[in-house]
């Protein structure tokens, strides 16, 4: 049974750039594709990005581009995403996620990391 | 890019039956997948594939898709099931993930 664990909620300034972590177990990490999805207060579930098999390539959500990056150490078994000039709008609840399957669903999730960006 | 639309809310009482709707443009092309979430926790898979359900999930969700309309149906809901639910879907075109905008279902 795969399970996802993330990092503790972080409080960030302006400008300044957050990066959590995302560590699995019960799992060949390596056959994973990790995918990044956020959700700002009270609003709805927003995929960022993914890191594929092997941790070969990266994809990006376009709104995000330039800004995140996501990573994974096949060596501790963990995914990382980094977002760097933070603003308030990026305020949210940060989830990691596995594809699964030809069409890709999402399963299991982690269990999210606040990112408050206030100064 | 693709777009998703739900209801916001449905209102459903206990042991009735709740239908969410997500539209789409030609999303019976695509596969659909659901998640539950309550309130303070991470997302839940429901149904995934239109109306396959993963181990553990009552048969009480399911789900069909055609045309623009893709709906997940909750018979016999329980106080249990109040939570937003999301459809999502993989376009294979942009290589994107898409979420519907969520829709909260209260039980009465």
């Known amino acids: 049974q795969v399970q996802l664990v993330q990092s503790g909620a972080e409080v960030k300034k302006p400008g300044s750039s957050v990066k959590v972590s995302c560590k699995a177990s019960?799992?060949?990490?390596?056959?994973?594709?990790i995918s990044w999805v956020r959700q700002a207060p009270g609003q709805g579930l927003e995929w960022m990005g993914r890191?594929?098999?092997?941790?070969?390539?990266?994809n990006y959500a376009q709104r995000f581009q330039g800004r995140v990056t996501i990573t994974a150490d096949e060596s501790t078994s963990t995914a990382y995403m980094e977002l760097s000039s933070l603003r308030s709008e990026d305020t949210a609840v940060y989830y990691c996620?596995?594809?699964?399957?030809?069409?890709?669903?999402?399963?299991?999730w982690g269990q999210g990391t606040l990112v408050t960006v206030s100064s | 890019s693709y777009v998703l639309t739900q209801p916001p809310s449905v209102s459903v009482a206990p042991g009735q039956t709740a239908r969410i709707t997500c539209e789409g443009n030609?999303?019976?092309?695509?596969?659909v997948h659901w998640y539950q979430q309550k309130p303070g926790q991470a997302p839940v898979l429901v149904v995934y594939?239109?109306?396959d359900r993963p181990s553990g999930i009552p048969e009480r969700f399911s789900g069909s898709n055609s045309g623009n309309t893709a709906t997940l149906t909750i018979s016999t809901v329980e106080a249990g099931d109040e939570a937003d639910y999301y459809c999502q879907v993989w376009d294979s075109s942009s290589d994107h993930y898409v979420f519907g905008t969520g829709t909260k279902v209260t039980v009465l």
């Open positions: 996620t596995r594809d699964r399957g030809s069409s890709r669903w999402f399963d299991p």
């Open positions: 890191i594929t098999p092997t941790f070969v390539t990266t």
């Open positions: 594939d239109d109306s």
């Open positions: 019960g799992g060949a990490f390596s056959s994973y594709t």
């Open positions: 030609n999303i019976g092309s695509k596969s």
